[in-house]
């Protein structure tokens, strides 16, 4: 039964993922007007009556309104596990420093919600054309053992192989091994992905720096210096400005963070304990060159803070348009390349055939 119970509870969490943004500004919302007077624990009651345990939000918020009280009141222990790991190490984070910070980080997280899906819809209509490109030159591929070949070899069957010439031979010898070495493909496609998405929040040193330039991992980076500029606005508007509240902040941060952003928050704490202040702690290469310096000007005429909130403004206008450019740039490319491949097979077979006519036609006139 227990089991069960779990199953439901991940299939409501899977199902309530994309409601994340509107939940949580509706949370921010709520709480601002309310000032007090209505409750976490009483919203997740309300929730679980009003929309039943049929639906993913009320059957969470049932969950939610038992597990609450157990953490002490804790919003991200209670949430852990049905919300992303990043997402509650920022609710965590803001928590700690008081009901006005955590208020203002659901209202960031929402706003990072929706930033975040945008860019997913963006990739998804530019990467689908190219996947299907893909999918059309691999089954061109495979269609060689199993249908092309097999029907070239039948309609010249009269023409001994001694007579094949170099172009037939090798294509003959191609479809032999995409029959026998076909399976390699998805396991190293699989395999490949796999090792992309452990790199994405594992991988540190020299090789993920180079990497960090690419679009997906540099798409990873970029997301995840827009969540850490969130929290830090959040944390120093609460405890104030000043290296030591920097500190404070960032290692608040560490705290389930990944292995790669944990690596970037102690270089930033090991640069604040060596003596640098201000928007140079911060230069570990998770902000672009040019972004830090815009960092630094702001600082020089603002607080921490609000340079931080204008350049997380700027950091979402330039991913935006990073993105759109590297997307269809790549889209560009894989379907150019498909292209190729697919005019590469079709003059393959016709020189084939034409190399077979002319094989038959040789043999033929010797007999």
């Known amino acids: 039964m227990r089991f069960a119970h779990n199953n439901m509870l991940k299939f409501m969490t899977w199902r309530f993922h994309h409601q994340r943004a509107d939940y949580y500004e509706y949370l921010s919302c ?43 009141g804790d919003v991200s222990e209670t949430w852990e596990g049905y919300f992303p790991a990043a997402e509650c ?22 706003h990072a919600c929706r930033l975040i899906e945008s860019i997913r819809r963006m990739m998804w ?7 299907i490109a893909v999918l059309v030159l691999l089954g061109m591929t495979l269609a060689m053992p199993l249908f092309t070949v097999p029907r070239l070899q039948q309609v010249f069957s009269s023409l001994p192989h001694e007579y094949y010439g170099a172009t037939a031979n090798a294509l003959f010898r191609f479809a032999e091994y995409v029959e026998q070495f076909w399976w390699f493909v998805p396991v190293f496609l699989c395999i490949f992905v796999w090792l992309v998405v452990w790199s994405l929040s594992n991988l540190v040193g020299s090789f993920r720096v180079i990497l960090d330039a690419s679009l997906l991992w540099r798409l990873y980076r970029l997301v995840q210096t827009m969540r850490f500029l969130a929290v830090l606005v959040v944390l120093l508007e609460a405890d104030g400005k ?16 990944t292995r790669w952003m944990e690596e970037h928050l102690c270089r930033m704490l090991a640069r604040i304990d060596a003596g640098v202040v201000g928007a140079r702690s911060l230069d570990t290469g998770l902000l672009d060159r040019e972004l830090l310096w815009y960092l630094e000007d702001m600082t020089m005429a603002r607080s921490l803070a609000q340079a931080l909130i204008l350049t997380r403004q700027r950091l979402e206008q330039q991913m935006l348009g990073t993105v759109r450019l590297q997307i269809a740039g790549l889209r560009w490319l894989v379907l150019l390349a498909c292209a190729i ?27």
């Not at 209509?125 to 996947?131: F, I, R």
């Open 341 to 367: 491949g697919l005019l590469a097979l079709g003059l393959w077979h016709y020189a084939a055939i034409d190399d077979l006519r002319r094989a038959l036609m040789v043999y033929y006139s010797a007999h």
């Open 89 to 110: 190490v920022v609710l965590r984070a803001a928590q700690r420093s008081g009901n006005r910070p955590l208020i203002n980080s659901l209202s960031d997280l929402a």
């Open 125 to 131: 209509a530019g990467v689908l054309p190219a996947l």
């Open 30 to 72: 709520l709480l601002t007007g309310s000032q007090g007077r209505v409750t976490l624990k009483e919203i997740f009651e309300r929730d679980a009556d009003r929309y039943g345990l049929r639906t993913a939000r009320g059957c969470l918020s049932a969950h939610w309104a038992q597990r609450y009280p157990l953490t002490g």
């Open 242 to 257: 000043g290296s030591v509240q920097l500190r404070t902040a960032i290692e608040a941060l560490r705290a389930g963070s």
